[in-house]
């Protein structure tokens, strides 16, 4: 099965991982990471559509995260 994030390209859902995966993988919390996807530093590859009461999930492709990361971290101020 195969979902189309938001930047146009079909991504397998084996290939995302949970805010919480990600952010274990990465070294970082996983509040600072959903986080920053609020405030928009960081674009998951999807969010999933929220329920009663909550938000959607964010969901990550681990490679594109660490792109994204270094970016933010060579950016100047």
Not at 56 to 75: A, V
Request: no cysteine; aromatic share 6%.
């Amino acid at each position: 099965m195969l979902l189309k994030p938001r930047d146009g390209t079909y991504v397998p859902v084996v290939d995302l991982l949970t805010t919480t995966q990600a952010a274990a993988e990465l070294g970082v919390s996983a509040r600072s990471l959903a986080r920053w996807a609020r405030e928009g530093r960081l674009r998951p590859a999807l969010i999933t559509p929220g329920g009663d009461r909550r938000s959607g999930r964010y969901l990550w492709n681990l490679e594109d995260l660490r792109e994204q990361l270094l970016k933010l971290r060579t950016r100047p101020e």
